[in-house]
């Protein structure tokens, strides 16, 4: 899970996020700020589900936005279901 930053204007205080499923937005992290904060710039998290019993539906939410002008970008989950 990472968030990238594709324009920023004026940064100042860094958006927090959350990650969870559809059930609990912030069942996997609750409330975490991001250091996203300058243009092209990455934040991973760690991934804290349990590869066996996670969940087939993530979801991902801004709790509180950036205070700068402008801040664009998105949010990326990568990984691989597997079906048992």
């Known amino acids: 899970m990472e968030v990238i930053t594709t324009n920023i204007t ?5 958006p927090y996020v959350s990650f969870g499923n ?7 992290l609750n409330g975490i700020q991001t250091t996203s904060n300058v243009k ?3 934040h991973i998290f760690d991934n804290p589900q349990d590869a066996i019993s996670g969940g087939t539906v993530l979801t991902a939410s801004i709790l509180t936005g ?3 002008s402008v801040h664009s970008g998105y949010l990326l989950f990568k990984g691989i279901l597997i079906n048992q």
Do not use: E, Q
């Open 10 to 14: 004026s940064p100042s205080g860094a």
């Open 22 to 28: 559809s059930s609990n937005y912030s069942s996997y």
């Open 40 to 42: 092209y710039a990455r």
């Open 66 to 68: 950036s205070t700068a």
